[in-house]
């Protein structure tokens, strides 16, 4: 039996992953014959079926799937080596594959990544918007090396590193008695007219479907609820002299001409901690710690403050003897 290569190994992942011979063959930047082909010379050289292409998505066979799993983990083997390599070396190089969530990655990614392209050429970045639940998965998996999301999470083998805090504003309708304040607090807000931002979920289809209704009497209103992770849509619902809706701090930039809806919490101020999360204790650190202080210089000075998180709880600002 001829040697099998690491890249017939990398093919193979990527089909079982996919289940679609052109998606994999995308996903591993060849054409979709040059992966289809080396998979059949796999096939051959093994003497077993792999993969069984009558089916739509093409379905590993019972013999594939446990060879797929053990490709995966000589896949994963044979990176840490190279990066262990890297690691003691000093070198900042390598892929890392990064999950964000749909509620940060629209406001946080412009922020850092240029710099941290031009800091760093060595690294290939490869971002993926995903939600909380496929980033977890995914780091336990071992098909993602970080995530940056909302915490804590409290799921065992996640180690979490606090990014920032990041406070909400509330963002009003036009004639909405709580614009009479200057500042608000969490109990004058009503469950009633609120538009929820879901972390993570996006229910693009259904927000079309409710903007083309013509909602005018408010025992209607009372009676409907709409959950969405995006913001715009959730925007252009408050805009409609829907209610209200919580926006993320850095979801603020660009909302100059919104100001005047918008209003701030007192203390305390309901906030988030947003952090990088990873699954592995040392392996590719170089590229966390890399990430990490590029996002945190990147953030607008309000955030970097060391004193922030005690003022958005209340508590006064820590002195030093």
Request: proline share 6%.
């Amino acid at each position: 039996m001829k040697p099998i290569t690491h890249i017939q190994l990398s093919y193979l992942v990527s089909l079982a992953r996919n289940r679609h011979f052109g998606m994999a063959a995308r996903e591993c930047h060849v054409t979709q014959p040059t992966l289809s082909m080396q998979i059949q010379k796999l096939e051959e050289d093994l003497g077993v079926i792999l993969f069984d292409r009558s089916k739509k998505p093409v379905e590993p066979t019972e013999t594939g799937f446990e060879i797929i799993e053990q490709a995966e983990k000589a896949l994963l083997e044979v990176s840490k080596i190279e990066n262990l390599a890297h690691e003691d070396k000093g070198e900042i190089r390598g892929e890392f594959k990064l999950g964000v969530i749909p509620t940060l990655a629209p406001y946080l990614l412009p922020l850092f990544l240029e710099s941290f392209i031009q800091s760093h050429p060595k690294i290939e970045l490869v971002i993926e918007e995903l939600q909380t639940g496929q980033i977890i998965q995914r780091l336990k998996l071992d098909t993602l090396d970080g995530g940056i999301l909302a915490t804590p999470l409290g799921h065992k083998g996640i180690l979490e590193q606090p990014l920032f805090y990041e406070p909400f504003v509330v963002y009003l309708s036009p004639m909405h008695p709580l614009l009479k304040k200057k500042m608000l607090t969490e109990k004058e807000l009503s469950r009633e007219d609120i538009w929820l931002l879901n972390e993570g979920h996006c229910f693009r289809d259904q927000a079309i479907e409710i903007c083309k209704k013509q909602v005018s009497k408010e025992s209607m209103r009372k009676n409907l609820i709409f959950e969405s992770g995006n913001l715009e849509t959730l925007k252009r619902l408050v805009d409609s002299k829907f209610g209200y809706t919580l926006i993320p701090y850095l979801a603020l930039e660009g909302m100059k001409d919104r100001k005047k809806k918008l209003r701030f919490f007192k203390p305390p101020v309901p906030t988030r901690e947003v952090s990088l999360v990873h699954s592995r204790v040392h392996l590719k650190t170089n590229i966390l710690l890399a990430l990490k202080k590029s996002i945190q210089s990147s953030l607008p000075d309000e955030l970097k403050q060391n004193t922030f998180k005690r003022k958005l709880i209340g508590l006064p600002p820590q002195t030093v003897s």
